[in-house]
């Protein structure tokens, strides 16, 4: 399933999914990868401390649609629905939506965009 290109390197094949979608690592494809971008994050309402997956991801357009949808995907009989590059495919996002569903701003409010509007102070 790995990619003989790859030679096992896991960040490689973890870190893709954010190298596709980025016009200086990608500047001929990454608009076609745009669709990708939500499935990164969860985005709840501001000041609202609860996920609700019917509010929070619809129809599966969230890391944790995501996780379920390519997990399926990799453990999907060989010769079904995907071909090799597909379920490849899905092994790079996968392990790239475990990172970030471990990263605190990746499942946060809608109006702190990932938490880029967070102004944080320290104290030394």
């Known amino acids: 399933m790995v990619p003989w ?4 390197n896991l960040s ?7 190298v596709i979608l980025n016009p200086n690592t990608n ?3 990454y608009e076609n ?6 499935l ?4 709840i309402p501001d000041w609202n401390c609860s996920y609700i997956p019917e509010r929070d991801c619809l129809q599966d357009r969230c890391i944790e649609g995501a996780l379920k949808n390519y997990t399926k995907r990799i453990v999907a009989p060989l010769g079904g629905l995907i071909d090799e590059t597909q379920r490849q495919e ?5 392990l790239h939506f475990v990172g970030d569903i471990h990263q605190p701003l990746h499942a ?3 109006g702190d965009k ?4 967070l102004k944080g102070n320290y104290f030394s």
Not at 90 to 94: D, I, P, Q, V
């Open 5 to 8: 290109h790859h030679k096992g």
């Open 12 to 18: 490689v094949m973890a870190s893709w999914p954010d």
């Open 27 to 29: 500047p001929i494809g």
């Open 33 to 38: 990868w745009l669709w990708t971008a939500p």
């Open 40 to 43: 990164h994050y969860i985005r």
């Open 90 to 94: 899905a092994l790079f996002f996968l």
């Open 108 to 110: 946060g409010f809608i």
């Open 114 to 117: 990932g938490g880029t509007t």
